[in-house]
């Protein structure tokens, strides 16, 4: 009976610690999440980067005086314009509570199938208004930096 109750015990400390300190490996999908979010996180880097270009061309043409008035343009319809900037600062209404979402909970599936949509949306607007950003006026130049700065504090840590 004492061997048995030996043997009982041995085998019970030898699972007790054979369970115990081992690296757990991670599923693949944490490792596939890990990778999405790598990749998303280079993008947005990328995005907040153009968008921190685009607001100094804009300001330094500001500063040089180099926008004219939308009405000197060729096409210039302020009218235009400034739809495309409602347009612009409703993205980024819309990019900045996908944002606090995802500080707020990194690992809402909901939040990452946000972002992933409005990456591309953040790459062309970036595009869009580096573009205008020669056509716009004063003001307008002023309203998109104000969205852009907006923009870029929210990235921002």
């Given at each position: 009976?004492?061997?048995?109750?030996l043997?009982m015990i041995?085998?019970?400390l030898a699972i007790?610690?054979g369970?115990?300190?081992?690296?757990e490996?991670?599923p693949?999908w944490?490792d596939?999440m890990d990778?999405?979010?790598s990749?998303y996180e280079?993008a947005?880097?990328?995005?907040?980067?153009e968008?921190?270009?685009?607001?100094?061309?804009?300001?330094e043409?500001?500063?040089?005086e180099?926008?004219?008035?939308?009405?000197?343009t060729?096409?210039g319809?302020?009218?235009?314009?400034?739809s495309?900037?409602?347009?612009?600062?409703?993205?980024a209404?819309?990019?900045?509570?996908a944002?606090?979402?995802?500080?707020?909970d990194p690992?809402?599936?909901?939040?990452?199938t946000d972002m992933?949509?409005?990456?591309?949306?953040a790459?062309?607007?970036?595009?869009?208004?580096?573009?205008?950003?020669a056509t716009?006026?004063?003001?307008?130049a002023?309203?998109?930096t104000?969205?852009?700065n907006k923009?870029?504090?929210?990235v921002?840590p």
């Open positions: 009976m004492k061997k048995l109750n043997f041995l085998t019970m007790g610690l369970s115990c300190g081992g690296a490996e991670k693949s944490e596939a990778e999405a979010m990749d280079d947005m880097d990328e995005f907040a980067d968008l921190d270009d685009a607001t100094e061309e804009i300001e043409a500001v500063e040089d180099e926008v004219v008035e939308a009405e000197e060729e096409g319809d302020s009218g235009e314009w400034d495309l900037l409602d347009d612009y600062e409703s993205f209404d819309d990019y900045i509570a944002l606090k979402k995802q500080k707020a690992t809402d599936m909901s939040v990452m992933a949509a409005l990456a591309p949306k790459a062309e607007w970036s595009t869009k208004m580096s573009e205008a950003a716009l006026s004063a003001e307008q002023g309203r998109m104000k969205i852009g923009i870029a504090a929210a921002m």
